[in-house]
């Protein structure tokens, strides 16, 4: 997970005819985990954590009339997957924690966060829990342990990893 990957990207805007050019920087070892304020560490080299949003944004019905009517869920889930390398010394201490989860169930509150500190993302969440174990291989190689989370109406920002201050500007003024 060590190293820097730089990003080369083309912003253009149909009011302007010329474009520029930005260089967005992303450090894999910046991304930090934490569980309970705990950081996590000894992600695998192919994939560190992956957030993904379980329930739609919204549905829609459309009425006999032709009209269509959208709800918005604001209820949303996510699926939170910690990658693991099986020797990292956090599936220990993960673990136990699972054990502590499994015995008080619902109600044992885990603050889950992660941030991306050469960038723009962070997701944090208090209502989470797990959603099971990971499986345990033993082989000639090191595996991956996969550490699942669900977690309720998170406060999530995706952000990327070049600066876009005139666009969050403009937009902030919407709001």
């Known amino acids: 997970m060590r190293g820097l990957l730089n990003v080369v990207l ?3 805007s149909k009011d302007e005819v010329d ?3 930005a260089v967005g920087n992303y450090a894999p ?3 930090e985990v934490s569980l309970f304020g705990i950081e996590i560490d000894g992600f695998s080299k192919e994939n560190a954590v992956t957030i993904t949003k379980e329930t739609v944004t919204n549905t829609h019905r459309k009425a006999m009339d032709g009209t269509t ?3 918005l869920n604001k209820h949303s889930a996510y699926k939170v997957t910690i990658t693991l390398q099986t020797t990292s010394g956090s599936n220990s201490w993960l ?3 699972y054990k502590l989860y499994e015995k008080y169930g619902v109600d044992f509150k885990m603050p889950l ?3 991306d500190k050469s960038g723009d993302s962070r997701f944090f969440c208090t209502d989470v829990y797990f959603e099971s174990v990971p499986d345990t291989e033993f082989g000639s190689s090191i595996s991956n342990s996969e550490w699942v989370f669900i977690c ?3 406060s999530y920002t995706k952000g990327g990893n070049v600066p876009v201050n005139d666009i969050i500007d403009t937009l902030q003024m919407l709001d």
Do not use: A, D, G, Q
């Open 10 to 12: 083309i912003i253009s």
């Open 19 to 21: 474009m520029t050019k």
């Open 69 to 71: 009517n959208v709800f």
């Open 152 to 154: 309720h109406n998170p």
């Open 95 to 97: 673990h136990l924690i």
């Open 113 to 115: 966060s992660v941030v």
């Open 29 to 31: 070892s910046l991304v």
